[in-house]
């Protein structure tokens, strides 16, 4: 079984930086898309940017310019680097993956990580 586990978040000021981390455990074949989302409390949870296996990437226009989203191959481990944060950005970040093959003769999977919180605030 194959889990995604964030970490990084944490407590930082207005116009500081800070690196979240989603490293997937387990045995896999591949993993398609992968992506971080945000929840800001009683908000929906929103698409924060988005790679593709091949390294396409896309970004929410609220972070484009401040965020960066990475992935390091091949054991698919993602990345988001948040620069110039504003309060704004507080929320519970998640690790997202799609087309996630535990094996060639199975249907891929979606997955979720259980979030890591995030607070901007001075």
């Known amino acids: 079984q194959v889990q995604l586990a964030e970490s990084g978040g944490g407590l930082v000021q207005p116009g500081g930086s800070l690196r979240v981390t989603c490293e997937p455990s387990g045995s896999f074949f591949s993993i398609g898309r992968m992506a971080w989302y945000r929840q800001a409390p009683g908000k929906q949870r929103e698409l924060v940017a988005d790679i593709s296996k091949r390294g396409i990437t896309n970004y929410a226009d609220s972070v484009k310019g401040r965020f960066t989203i990475s992935r390091d191959m091949p054991r698919n481990t993602l990345y988001l680097q948040m620069s110039s944060l504003k309060s704004e950005d507080t929320a519970v970040y998640y690790c997202?993956?799609?087309?996630?093959?535990?094996?060639?003769?199975?249907?891929?999977?979606?997955?979720w990580g259980q979030g890591t919180q995030v607070t901007v605030s001075s």
């Open positions: 997202y993956a799609e087309d996630v093959w535990l094996d060639p003769s199975r249907l891929p999977e979606i997955l």
